[in-house]
């Protein structure tokens, strides 16, 4: 428990201090490049999700079966071999999907975007150079997922964090003082993203490497992963297809200029994620390690410590920013036009991205478990049925629709992640259970929210009102994060030893 709660607390801080670093950045990445430039930005970021397609499939197979041969003794020697074939293959398909990333940026790049201030060279250019970041920055997910596998999270959270900062406060320093184009930010993203790449690649084989020969490419260790790995891949792919297909339609259907309100809003709202995913990563490998022992009952007492705690973490910021969506965009961007054009969508957005990421505990328990065929069938069921509902709700109200549309999706894929686990584990009580870990900290911090709200109506000045947020936030996170058992009884203990009599 030692070591899950030093990989939590560490995988918390490094995506916290990612969010409140991404938060302070956009404005000024707006401000110097243009809602237009963000908005290519906001694209980029669609197309790390669509290129990580073979980055989740391959490394969710990496940490899995890495956690799964570090946690049974004798085996740790398959290690390796297992590393040095998922490289030989990932790198080989991830340069191909990257050079047709090239050749589609170059014939297409300049006529796909409705822009007005940018040029169509300039469009063009951006995007052959956010094609070789791509292929810079992608493989980094292998390598970090073999060191979570090895459960040595705090040290990949602290290199995430390093090169995160050096990503985004050099290309800020660069659009300030040099030139205010999108061009030097992903070159420089370029230069950050090989320099990510090589260094958690040489920590991590410095952690598994063997005293003898260097490992050779096996097919043996490949064949051990190619299920998980290719349902992984057919899960990814269904659920990038979903996930950004958003992103992908408006840029095509609405002006740049309307889709950089959305993309603005959905980075505050996936700032949600940047809380939940680092969670969920210390928990799964623990997840994968029950299954291999078979010890079914902590499993299930982890699983809801897990959902506890996602939920409690989650909503307090979801109820805070939905309920002041345009006076949060206000304070943080300094511009009324966008507060007024984001914040529609930020209120949307916010509570389907908050529902999806407590979807995530459930999701990983069923990865430990190898029951991938239940998921796919789930994302195929609503790939059919919300693409028609997703283009629909785009034609008839914009970016609005399309938020909605996605507030669905998480909805539905909350219900069943949630059902699939119950019937593998038979937990007791299921509704009052779904009600104590999810109704009841939405409630409480939904309560919060709403004080807190009556409160800022007569807050000024932007310095002001973030403090005064910031202090309903931590209140609201208290309140809920009490309604967790684990902690409440932990809590409890430490005040009875503190005050038990000494002699």
Same mark, same amino acid.
């Given at each position: ?34 809602? &237009?430039?963000?908005g ?71 006529e ?12 063009? &250019? ?16 292998l390598?970090v ?16 964090a ?49 005293t ?82 078979? &010890? ?22 979801t ?63 609503l ?18 629709g ?67 947020l ?11 994060l009490?309604t967790?058992? &684990? ?17």
């Open positions: 428990m030692t070591r899950l709660r030093e990989n939590i607390s560490a995988n918390i801080l490094s995506n916290v201090w990612s969010t409140a670093l991404a938060l302070l950045l956009t404005p000024l990445y707006v401000k110097f490049l243009g809602v &237009e430039g963000y290519l930005i906001g694209f980029y970021l669609s197309w790390i999700a669509i290129i990580g397609i073979l980055d989740t499939g391959i490394s969710a197979a990496a940490m899995r079966q890495i956690a799964w041969l570090s946690a049974r003794s004798g085996e740790e020697s398959g290690i390796p071999p297992l590393l040095r074939s998922l490289e030989v293959v990932y790198w080989g398909v991830l340069l191909l999907a990257g050079l047709a990333t090239l050749v589609g940026a170059w014939f297409f790049g300049a796909w975007f409705n822009a007005k201030d940018l040029s169509a060279s300039v469009v063009k &250019e951006a995007l052959l150079l956010m094609g070789v970041s791509l292929i810079a920055q992608i493989p980094s997910g390598y997922s073999g060191l979570m596998g090895l459960q040595h999270q705090v040290i990949a959270s602290a290199l995430l390093f090169f995160g900062t050096m990503r985004g406060i050099g290309a800020l320093l660069l659009v300030w003082l040099v030139a205010p184009d999108i061009r030097l930010f992903f070159a420089w993203q370029i230069i950050v993203s090989l320099l990510q790449t090589g260094t958690v690649r040489w920590y991590l084989w410095g952690k598994i490497r063997p003898g020969s260097s490992p050779s490419f096996s097919l043996a260790a490949l064949s051990s992963v190619r299920a998980f790995a290719g349902g992984m891949i057919v899960i990814t792919v269904l659920s990038v297809v979903m996930t950004q297909a958003d992103k992908l339609i408006l840029s095509k259907l609405i002006s740049l200029r309307m889709f950089g309100f959305y993309v603005l809003a959905w980075t505050v709202a996936s700032g949600l994620s940047r809380v939940g995913t680092p969670l969920i990563q210390a928990f799964s490998p623990r997840f994968t390690e029950l299954v291999s022992r078979g &010890e079914e009952n902590l499993l299930i007492a982890q699983h809801r410590l897990a959902s506890q705690l996602m939920c409690a973490l989650i909503f307090p910021a109820a805070l920013i939905s309920l002041l969506a345009r006076p949060i965009l206000a304070a943080w961007t300094g511009s009324i036009e966008l507060a007024m054009g984001s914040s529609p969508i930020l209120t949307i957005l916010t509570v389907g991205v908050a529902i999806s990421v407590c979807s995530f505990p459930a999701l990983s328990v069923l990865y430990a478990r190898h029951q991938l065929r239940p998921v796919i069938l789930v994302n195929v069921g790939l059919l049925f919300w693409l028609p509902l997703l283009l629909t709700a785009v034609r008839h109200y914009g970016a609005v399309a938020a909605y549309a996605w507030l669905i999706y998480a909805v539905v894929v909350y219900c069943a992640y949630q059902m699939l686990e119950q019937r593998n584990a038979h937990y007791p009580g299921f509704f009052a259970r779904i009600g104590r870990d999810f109704l009841t900290p939405a409630t409480i911090s939904l309560l919060v929210a709403l004080i807190a709200t009556a409160s800022l109506k007569d807050v000024n000045g932007r310095v002001r009102f973030a403090a005064v910031a202090l309903w936030l931590v209140v609201s996170w208290a309140a809920a009490l967790v058992r &684990e902690l409440r009884t932990m809590l409890a203990g430490s005040v009875k030893w503190q005050m038990r009599p000494s002699h």
